[in-house]
């Protein structure tokens, strides 16, 4: 089996408060990975472990080691060899809980990193931003009003830039943070259809509270209690069990 993240004992603190304890877990290349666990057992941290955004809060302190496959080779993303923060939050792209479009119109939403981060020509930006649009259903929906206040939109449609704005970028792998957690039912709905068709295509790794929704995404649960490491188990081996009971039973 391949891996998009090897985790060896891995511990993060804040303020000498620990979130996640020595937790060593290898998580799979292929499909959706969960993490699961009650609130406070530590599932965001070891999100955020993937891409060093912990380190961007006060009292961070952490230990351990974390390789992400980065463009083809496992790399420690804390070591010397990693490459610049920019370029590793590039690779490890996140989309987050609450959608965080720039105060912008779209299309400087989808343009500016593209610019920035990438250095991309107008050009080659918009055809960018076109194909990343309408590989979250959005192209349709936001053609003709793309000078227009991206917060102007709905809470789904914003979340969807946020998505399309992260592909953008052309990541190696993507991390969420519970993406529907702020969303309707029916928007809900829209983003698990996306990320199901992204499956095949990256590497996917969510932090989720819904246990309906991790069993229809997930390939692999992750689950945590008390910031340390509980068990790992594969769809497979969940729906041997009694797949309506079986995660409850686990948190």
């Avoid at 891996?3 to 993060?12: M, R």
């Avoid at 937790?23 to 666990?37: E, N």
């Avoid at 610049?84 to 939050?89: A, G």
Wanted: aromatic share 6%; with cysteine; net charge neutral.
């Amino acid at each position: 089996m391949q891996y998009c993240a090897e985790l060896l004992n891995l511990s993060v603190s804040f303020h000498k408060r620990t979130a996640i304890e020595n937790i060593t877990v290898d998580i799979p290349a292929d499909g959706i990975t969960v993490l699961l666990g009650r609130s406070g057992s530590g599932k965001t941290t070891l999100l955020r472990s993937l891409n060093r955004l912990n380190e961007t809060f006060e009292g961070y302190e952490g230990t351990g080691s974390v390789k992400m496959n980065i463009d083809g080779k496992s790399t420690d993303i804390y070591s010397t060899e990693a490459p610049p923060i920019t370029e590793l939050r590039r690779r490890i792209g996140m989309v987050f809980q609450t959608p965080n479009p720039l105060p912008m119109s779209i299309r400087r939403n989808m343009q500016l990193p593209l610019q920035l981060v990438l250095g991309l020509e107008k050009k080659e930006a918009e055809a960018r931003m076109e194909e990343a649009l309408r590989s979250v259903g959005l192209w349709s929906e936001v053609a003709d009003r793309l000078d227009q206040q991206a917060t102007r939109f709905s809470g789904g449609q914003q979340q969807r830039l946020c998505l399309a704005r992260t592909l953008a970028l052309k990541p190696d792998m993507l991390l969420f943070d519970e993406p529907t957690a702020s969303l309707d039912k029916k928007s809900s709905e829209l983003i698990e259809e996306y990320l199901l068709s992204l499956k095949g295509k990256y590497p996917m790794i969510i932090v989720s509270h819904n246990l309906t929704q991790a069993r229809r995404l997930g390939s692999c649960f992750i689950v945590l209690k008390e910031g340390r490491l509980s068990r790992v188990i594969s769809s497979m081996e969940l729906f041997e069990k009694d797949p309506d009971n079986a995660l409850e039973l686990m948190l």
